[in-house]
Each structure stands twice: as structure tokens, then as C-alpha cells.
């Protein structure tokens, strides 16, 4: 597609309920990260594929989230037993190369409310 | 963790005016980017510039890179209504990730 599409665009869900968020990267964009940023904060860092090689997890806050990237495409990030703090927007970047040089383009974002 | 840290957290200006934002940060890097953000959701890219470079303009937006006081600094000349937005610097190392800041929200006054 012409950009980083995400869905939903907003979810609202019940505290302890799992939820799935999905990221279309950029057609060839072999790179793709995950952020969260709650309100009026920056981004935090969870989780970045880059082509075929194991994902850097570093940045997933608890065992309760993990995420996944099928064919080198398509990621989806899966927040299980969601809690109150875990409400933010989850932003999908993808890039051409993940190295120097290459700036990222963003998703939409998905708002995530737990109540 | 933080990487890369803005200053000031806020700032108003009047139309017309240049703005001025800076961020600061802690470890080598390969580069730095600028990115606005409006209304709290996507991110869009405005300019990156490498480890060896020194300054780069793109259009309005002029940026600066000291690497020895790890630091760059965000200009925007003649600002616009448009222009208010948050704006975060990120930073990438050799790891190819990259880490933002907590941004800087400026308001241009009409």
C-alpha cells in the first residue's frame, strides 16, 4: 500500500480481556517497529523486526505482550489480560532498510482504552 | 529508556517568528531525525541527518549536529499556524533501532 495502515483505528476493551493489533508496513519495507506513547508522552520503544532476524524485544513492558511478523509483512502486536496502564496509542513504523540513512513512516496509530 | 531529550518541553511563539527546539542525548548514534506529530497520533518524518554531517535544511527547517555535546538543534523560520505540532527528536545507533524523546509541543499564536 502507499503507507502504514493500522487497525483498528481505536479498541476499547474490558480490563483482562486480550486484544490484537494489526500493521501493514510499506510494500518492501523490510523493517518494523512497534511504539506506545500515552498521553502527552514520547514514544516508547517495544518491539523491531528487521528482515529475517530474530526481533528485538527489548522494549515489550511484561510477558503479557508479545508480537509477531508473518512473511516478512503483516505484524500483529497481542496484549494479553490487558490492564488499565496498558491504555495508549500503539504506533507501527515501517522503513525501506532499518539502517543509517532511512527515516520511518508511521501508521495512524491505534488508540487503545481499557476500561 | 530515553534516548534522546528535548528542550523546551513547551513553546508558544507568535506567527512569523523562528522557533527554536534542541535535543540532547546520551550514546553515540549513527543518526538523528526530526519528526512533528499532530493531534497525539502518526508521526511524520521532516528530516534526518547522519553522524558526519553538520547541518541540513530542508525547506523552513534548518538542523544542526554537534556530536561532541551530543546535541541538534530543530529551527523552523517564519512560522506558521500549521507549525503547531509536537516535535520529537529520535536517534539511531548501530543497532538500527531508533529512540524519541518526549518532544517539544509548540503552539504558534495567530
Known amino acids: 500500500g502507499a503507507g502504514v495502515s493500522q487497525s483498528p483505528s481505536n479498541k476499547v476493551t474490558e480490563k483482562g480481556k486480550d486484544v490484537e493489533l494489526r500493521c501493514d508496513p510499506i510494500?518492501?519495507?523490510?523493517?518494523l517497529y512497534w511504539y506506545r506513547q500515552s498521553l502527552g508522552q514520547g514514544l516508547e520503544f517495544l518491539i523491531y523486526?528487521?528482515?529475517?532476524?530474530?526481533?528485538?524485544k527489548s522494549g515489550l513492558p511484561s510477558d503479557r505482550f508479545s508480537a509477531e511478523r508473518t512473511g516478512g509483512s503483516v505484524s500483529t502486536l497481542t496484549i494479553q489480560r490487558t490492564q488499565q496502564e496498558d491504555s495508549a496509542v500503539y504506533l507501527c513504523?515501517?522503513?525501506?532498510?532499518?539502517?543509517?540513512?532511512?527515516?520511518?513512516?508511521f501508521g495512524s496509530g491505534t488508540r487503545l482504552t481499557v476500561v | 529508556s530515553q534516548q534522546g531529550e528535548e528542550d523546551p518541553q513547551a513553546l508558544s511563539i507568535q506567527e512569523g517568528e523562528n522557533a527554536t527546539m534542541n535535543c540532547s542525548y546520551k550514546t553515540s548514534i549513527n543518526n538523528l531525525q526530526w519528526y512533528r506529530q499532530n493531534s497525539g497520533r502518526g508521526l511524520v518524518h521532516l528530516i534526518l541527518?547522519?553522524?558526519?554531517?553538520r547541518e541540513k535544511h530542508s525547506g523552513r527547517l534548518r538542523v544542526t549536529l554537534d556530536t561532541s555535546k551530543k546535541s541538534s538543534s530543530l529551527l523552523i523560520t517564519a512560522s506558521r499556524a500549521a507549525d503547531t505540532a509536537s516535535y520529537f527528536c529520535?536517534?539511531?545507533?548501530?543497532?538500527?533501532?531508533?529512540?524519541f524523546g518526549k518532544g517539544t509541543r509548540l503552539h504558534i499564536l495567530p
Open positions: 523486526f528487521q528482515g529475517n532476524s530474530a526481533p528485538d
Open positions: 541527518i547522519r553522524s558526519n554531517e
Open positions: 529520535a536517534t539511531s545507533n548501530r543497532d538500527d533501532k531508533i529512540i
Open positions: 510494500s518492501g519495507h523490510t523493517a
Open positions: 513504523a515501517s522503513s525501506l532498510a532499518g539502517g543509517p540513512g532511512y527515516g520511518y513512516t
